[in-house]
């Protein structure tokens, strides 16, 4: 009987999760086989390395403790290239995974370095904000990025290339300078979204449910990677959920004039699960929260805090507005 990783492989297409499988020594020597073939095959092409970049985006999420040096994208550039130009075999796959085990960070952030790096003159520039702090940045173009906290971007430093182009993994708010000769390309995890200018949120952490973009002003065109036909067209006041599990894409409309931004330092859940509402409080805080009841993890809310409200005053309207219990102590936060 085929298995659905047999089914996948008929088409020599492994998913994001097989992929993070192979990385954490998961397969059969057989999976294994497949999936080193398919990485040294597609190694220059978009999808391989948008795929790479979601599979490091996940495994950086796991080590959110690690130094600044050892998330850096940098670390593996000298050997890896002197690697790749001498063994252009499916052997420089397998090197990968002794030299990440050695340095300890995930092989993950090697190889996407490898697919970005490729031209020797292009500079890329990453970007992270610990838990409890948010920042912004101006990128070459005169673009403006907001970033949330517990967010990641890479981006070429110039952004000389035919499409401006930046990698998202967290939350981050774009206000695009108009430029119709170069689109601006987001990519999320699964999802692209290109622009001529405008102004969006994006977002997904590492365990969202879905992957989120909500446009503001301005269209973009959304689209999935790999797929050069976009999926929709988006005009304000659109957001588009994509399952990161099951892959739907569906439709939502919220008032713009009327949604309160991160950036203005509100926080606005519709129809969040519990669990995905305790996270987003654990990465602005920057506190430890656990929801003890599964049940009630998986139960979906609609909150609003707009008026900068404290950690302390959105526990006390957990617990006196919507009867949940909750109990602070020792830097941990438990509600059930």
């Not at 059969?28 to 597609?42: D, G, I, N, R, Y």
């Not at 020797?120 to 005169?142: F, H, I, M």
């Not at 035919?162 to 695009?176: H, I, K, M, P």
């Not at 036909?229 to 939502?252: F, K, L, Q």
């Amino acid at each position: 009987m085929k298995t659905e990783f047999d089914n996948v492989m008929e088409k020599n297409n492994p998913s994001i999760s097989q992929i993070s499988d192979w990385l954490e020594g998961k397969l059969s020597k057989e999976e294994t086989k497949a999936v080193e073939h398919w990485l040294f095959s597609h190694w220059d092409d978009r999808e391989c390395r948008t795929k790479m970049f979601s599979v490091w985006s996940r495994v950086m999420e796991k080590y959110p403790d690690a130094s600044g040096k050892e998330k850096s994208w940098g670390m593996f550039e000298a050997r890896m290239r002197k690697e790749r130009r001498r063994q252009r075999n499916e052997r420089f796959v397998r090197i990968l995974v002794r030299t990440a085990a050695c340095l300890f960070i995930p092989l993950a952030a090697g190889i996407v370095w490898m697919y970005l790096s490729d031209d020797k003159e292009t500079v890329w520039t990453e970007r992270y904000v610990a838990y409890g702090q948010t920042d912004s940045l101006v990128l070459p173009d005169g673009s403006s990025i907001y970033m949330n906290s517990g967010s990641r971007i890479i981006y070429d430093s110039s952004f000389k290339d035919r499409n401006r182009q930046v990698f998202v993994s967290g939350e981050a708010f774009f206000d695009v300078a108009p430029d119709k000769n170069r689109p601006f390309i987001v990519q999320v995890d699964d999802i692209t979204v290109k622009v001529l200018g405008t102004r969006f949120n994006v977002r997904h952490y590492d365990n969202d449910e879905y992957a989120r973009v909500a446009l503001y002003e301005g269209a973009v065109e959304f689209g999935l990677a790999g797929n050069p036909d976009p999926i929709c067209s988006m005009t304000p006041g659109d957001e588009i959920r994509y399952n990161i599990e099951s892959g739907a894409v569906t439709e939502h409309r919220f008032d713009v004039s009327e949604s309160g931004l991160w950036t203005d330092g509100a926080l606005v859940f519709n129809d969040e699960r519990l669990e995905d509402i305790a996270e987003s409080l654990e990465r602005r805080f920057d506190v430890r929260i656990s929801v003890l009841d599964r049940t009630l993890a998986d139960t979906r809310y609609y909150m609003n805090f707009i008026n900068g409200e404290s950690l302390h005053q959105i526990l006390a309207f957990l617990r006196n507005d919507m009867h949940l219990n909750v109990h602070e102590g020792d830097g941990v936060v438990q509600i059930w």
